[in-house]
C-alpha cells in the first residue's frame, strides 16, 4: 500500500526527530522534555506510562519506588525538593582520572562528565547496575582529592553512571567550583 504525500512526509519527519533525539544525551533529553511540557510534565509522564504494557509500567513502578527510597536521608526524614533534583543536576564535561574499587577488582578510568550528584565514567569493565563503587579522583587545578562511594544507577555500552552516596558538603562545594569554573571555559 503506497503512502500518501502527507503521509510521507509525516514518516520523513519523524523519522529525522527520532535520529536527532538519539544523538542527545541523556541530560538533554531531560532538559528538551522539561521545556517542552514545564509544569504539564506529570500529566504527560502519566499518559505515556498508561500507554505502555504491563511488564513495562511494572519496571516504572519498581523504579520510581526505588528512587523514592532513595531519597530518604539516613534518619527516615524525606529529602527536600532541591535535593530530589538534584538527579537532574547540571552535568559538566571533562576528562578526569579516577580510581574504582568494587569488592571483587580495582581499576582505573575517566570520569567523562561530573554533577554534584554524580558522575558518568567511561569503562568497558563489567559492572552491573546497583553495584557500590569507591571512588577516589583529583579535582582538576586543585591540591584537593575526593574520596567518596557510588552506586552504579546506569550501564550502557559507553560506561557506569555514578550516584554519588554520602557525599559532604565539602566535596559537593568543590565539585560545583570545579563545575562552575568549567563554565568560563
Not at 538533554?28 to 509522564?45: A, K, M, N, S
Not at 579522583?137 to 557506569?160: A, M, Y
Amino acid at each position: 500500500m503506497a503512502l500518501t504525500d502527507k503521509q510521507s512526509g509525516r514518516v520523513t519527519i519523524i523519522s529525522r526527530i527520532y535520529e536527532l533525539l538519539t544523538k542527545l544525551t541523556e541530560e538533554q533529553q531531560i532538559l528538551l522534555v522539561r521545556q517542552l511540557f514545564r509544569e504539564d510534565l506529570p500529566h504527560y509522564l502519566l499518559k505515556v506510562i498508561l500507554e505502555m504494557t504491563e511488564t513495562q509500567q511494572v519496571t516504572i513502578l519498581n523504579e520510581l519506588e526505588e528512587i523514592v527510597m532513595e531519597a530518604q536521608s539516613p534518619n527516615g526524614d524525606r529529602v527536600s525538593i532541591v535535593d530530589l533534583d538534584e538527579r537532574i543536576a547540571p552535568r559538566k564535561p571533562c576528562i578526569v582520572f579516577v580510581d574504582c574499587q568494587t569488592e571483587e577488582k580495582s581499576f582505573q578510568e575517566f570520569i567523562r562528565n561530573i554533577s554534584t550528584s554524580g558522575a558518568y565514567i567511561k569503562t568497558n569493565q563489567p559492572i552491573e547496575k546497583g553495584q557500590t563503587l569507591s571512588l577516589s579522583f583529583s579535582i582538576p587545578h586543585t591540591d584537593e582529592t575526593i574520596e567518596l562511594s557510588g552506586n552504579v544507577v546506569r550501564c550502557d555500552k559507553e560506561g557506569i553512571g555514578v550516584k554519588f552516596q554520602a557525599i559532604t558538603e565539602g566535596q559537593r562545594d568543590t565539585i560545583r567550583t570545579f563545575i562552575e569554573a568549567r563554565d568560563g571555559e
